[in-house]
């Protein structure tokens, strides 16, 4: 993937986990926003972050994000049992590897 | 509230096409939108395959080769993929979702996703 992201991360309840998204200069460090999804296993993902920092009505203020340069974070505090799941990052790419681009994606696994 | 639902065949034989739809309520294709598929191999991570506006203007991902065509019926509020020459390698979940414009490009509305798998 264009964008990378660490495989897994895990974490134990009430602990705070940090996922990261590493892009380049034709992507994150072009200026492109980044976003962020949630995927519950055999469920279609789900917006949890837009425009580098922004929480869609609905997501609890524990998800926060973070861009800086070419790359972003994901960051959430609190860490509750119902968060186990995928972790995707988004942003756009201006080269030839695709107008939308996604990481690879990071399981958190709640110890 | 905006609900996206995929259907098409969940079988296509290796080299033939695959040929998918996406159904749209509670809003009109007709909208400031694109219109987007996204698929998922089986354990892997999402790849945007292209989208398309309600006047027809459509984008795809260049590493599709040409495969793939992309069309909107504004009558039925569906929009639907076509990919062709599928191998193994097309066996996917594919999702149909809404790309909204505010603060970046995203998609903000997903359907269930309905898995394809191409035998030989």
């Known amino acids: 993937s264009v964008l990378t992201q660490p495989p897994s991360v895990s974490g134990a309840p009430g602990q705070r986990v940090t996922i990261s998204c590493a892009g380049g200069?034709?992507?994150?460090?072009?200026?492109?926003?980044v976003h962020w999804y949630q995927q519950i296993p055999n469920t279609a993902p789900k917006l949890l972050i837009y425009g580098n920092n922004n929480r869609p009505s609905g997501v609890p203020d524990r998800f926060s994000a973070s861009k800086s340069g070419t790359s972003a974070s994901l960051a959430i505090t609190g860490l509750q049992p119902e968060d186990e799941a995928d972790y995707y990052c988004?942003?756009?790419?201006?080269?030839?590897?695709?107008?939308?681009?996604f990481g690879g994606g990071t399981k958190l696994t709640v110890l | 509230q905006l609900q996206l639902q995929e259907s098409g065949p969940g079988l296509v034989r290796s080299s033939q096409t695959l040929s998918l739809s996406c159904t749209v309520s509670g809003a009109s294709v007709r909208g400031d939108s694109y219109w987007s598929w996204i698929r998922q191999p089986p354990g892997k991570g999402l790849d945007w395959i292209g989208y398309i506006y309600h006047t027809g203007s459509a984008y795809h991902n260049p590493s599709l080769k040409g495969r793939v065509t992309l069309s909107v019926d504004t009558s039925k509020n569906q929009f639907s993929l076509t990919l062709n020459a599928v191998t193994a390698a097309d066996t996917a979940v594919y999702y149909c979702?809404?790309?909204?414009?505010?603060?970046?490009?995203?998609?903000?509305?997903w359907g269930p996703g309905t898995l394809v798998t191409v035998s030989s």
């Open positions: 979702a809404r790309r909204y414009s505010s603060n970046g490009n995203y998609f903000d509305s």
């Open positions: 200069s034709s992507n994150i460090g072009a200026d492109y926003d």
């Open positions: 988004q942003s756009y790419d201006k080269t030839l590897s695709g107008d939308e681009i």
